[in-house]
C-alpha cells in the first residue's frame, strides 16, 4: 500500500510540497512507530515468554537483545522487499545498519561515556568484543573479496545465509556462557533496565499476545513508513540539487534514519551509564551491533541479494575502524573515559561532515 502511496506522489498532478510534506510525516512517523511499537512487542513478548515458564535469563539474552535490532529489521527488510519488486539499490537497507552500528558506538556510547566513564570487564573484552570484530570484519571481506564487478558494495543470498546461520550460534553462546558464568550474566535489575518492562499488575495472557502482535505490526508498519519517508526525501533532496540519487539515498539512511532506529540502545545507555551500570551501556552497545549485523542483514539478504551503491564500502571500513578504536580504548585504559567519549563525538561529527561533503560531490569518489 505505502508502494502504491510513492508512486502516486510521484505523477505531476502532486505539487512537489506537498509531496515533500508527506514524505517528511511518513518519515516521523515511521520512527515514532519503530521506537513505540518495539517497546510495546518487547514488553509483553518478554512477559509472555515469562508467563510461559521462560527462564528470565533466557528472556533478556534472546527476546530483549534481538528486540532492540527491531527498528533496524523492520527498515531494512521494508526495503529489501520494495528492491525485490522494483529492482534498483538497496541502499536504505545496508546504509541503515552500517550507519546505526556507526551511531552505536561514536554516539551511543560516546554520549552515555561523557556522563561518567564505562568500566569495561575483563570478560567482554576476551569473549563478547572479540566476536563483534569477528563478525564486523566478515562484513568488509563480503565488500573487499566477493563484492559484484561493477564496483557496487554487495551482499549475496549466500553470504547472507551464513549470516543468518550465526544467530543461533550467538544465541547459543550467550545462553551457555551465561549459565557457566552467572557472575557475568545480567541481574534481574539489568534486565529491567534493558527491556524496561514495568509491570504494575500482571496481564493475561490473551492480552500479551495481543499487544505482542500489535506492537510487531506496528513495527512492519513503521518500516514501511521510514522508508518511503526515507527514500522519498533523498529522491526530492537529489532532484533539487542535482545530486547523486543514490549517495542521497545512503546519507539519509546513514543519518537521519540510523539516529532514529538506534534511538531505543541510546535511551538504554544513557539510563545505564547515568545509574553507574557501565557494563550495561557496553554490553547493549556490542549485542545491538552484532545482531544488527547477523540478524537485519541475513535475513535482509536472504529475501533478495543487497546490492547498494560502491561508496558504501567505504562507510563498512568506517564501521570498522571505529570498531576497532574502542577496542583499543579497552585494551590500553580497561575503560572508556570522558575523553574519550568526548573523541568518539567528534568522530561522529567528522564523519557526518564527510557524509555531506561526499554527497554534494565536493568530496568525488
Not at 502504491?4 to 510540497?17: G, Y
Not at 535511551?267 to 554490553?283: F, H, M, P, Q, Y
Not at 529475501?303 to 564501521?319: C, E, K, Q, R
Not at 575503560?335 to 568522530?347: A, D, Q, S, Y
Amino acid at each position: 500500500m505505502l508502494d502504491l502511496l510513492l508512486e502516486a506522489l510521484k505523477f505531476d498532478t502532486c505539487p512537489a510540497w506537498l509531496a515533500n510534506i508527506v514524505f517528511v510525516v511518513a518519515l516521523a512517523l515511521g520512527v515514532f512507530l519503530l521506537v513505540k511499537c518495539c517497546d510495546i512487542m518487547v514488553d509483553n513478548s518478554s512477559a509472555l515468554a515469562k508467563r510461559l515458564g521462560i527462564p528470565a535469563l533466557v528472556v533478556g539474552l534472546t527476546i530483549v537483545a534481538i528486540g532492540t535490532s527491531c527498528p533496524e529489521l523492520a527498515v531494512s527488510v521494508s526495503d529489501s522487499i520494495s528492491v525485490l519488486r522494483n529492482g534498483g539499490y538497496a541502499n536504505t537497507a545496508v546504509g541503515n545498519v552500517v550507519g546505526s552500528n556507526i551511531c552505536n558506538i561514536l554516539l551511543v556510547l560516546g554520549f552515555s561515556s561523557v556522563f561518567t566513564p564505562i568500566i569495561i570487564k575483563k570478560n567482554i573484552i576476551k569473549k563478547e568484543y572479540p566476536i563483534l570484530l569477528g563478525i564486523t570484519g566478515i562484513l568488509v571481506l563480503f565488500g573487499l573479496v566477493w563484492g559484484t564487478s561493477t564496483g557496487d558494495y554487495a551482499i549475496l543470498r549466500w553470504e547472507a545465509i551464513i549470516l543468518v546461520c550465526l544467530i543461533p550460534c550467538y544465541i547459543a553462546y550467550l545462553v551457555i556462557n551465561a549459565k557457566r558464568h552467572p557472575e557475568e550474566a545480567p541481574s534481574e535489575d539489568e534486565e529491567e533496565t534493558l527491556s524496561e518492562v514495568k509491570e504494575k499488575k500482571a496481564k493475561p495472557v490473551w492480552l500479551l499476545i495481543i499487544l505482542a502482535i500489535a506492537g510487531a505490526l506496528g513495527v512492519a508498519l513503521g518500516g514501511d513508513c521510514v522508508v518511503v519517508g526515507a527514500k522519498g526525501i533523498a529522491n526530492s533532496i537529489a532532484t533539487v540539487a542535482g545530486w547523486d540519487p543514490n549517495l542521497s539515498q545512503t546519507l539519509i539512511a546513514m543519518t537521519i534514519v540510523a539516529v532514529g532506529t538506534s534511538l531505543p540502545e541510546l535511551v538504554t545507555s544513557t539510563i545505564a551509564a547515568k545509574r553507574g551500570e557501565n557494563d550495561l551501556a557496553l554490553g547493549n552497545v556490542i549485542g545491538s551491533n552484532i545482531f544488527n549485523t547477523i540478524f537485519v542483514l541475513g535475513i535482509s539478504g536472504t529475501i533478495t541479494p543487497l546490492t547498494a551503491n560502491g561508496t558504501l564500502l567505504v562507510d563498512v571500513l568506517v564501521m570498522a575502524g571505529v570498531t576497532i578504536l574502542v577496542y583499543i580504548f579497552a585494551l590500553w585504559k580497561g575503560k572508556v573515559t570522558k575523553w574519550m567519549g568526548g573523541t568518539m563525538l567528534g568522530l561522529y561529527f567528522l564523519f557526518l561532515v564527510f557524509m555531506i561533503l561526499r554527497t554534494t560531490g565536493i568530496i568525488a569518489m
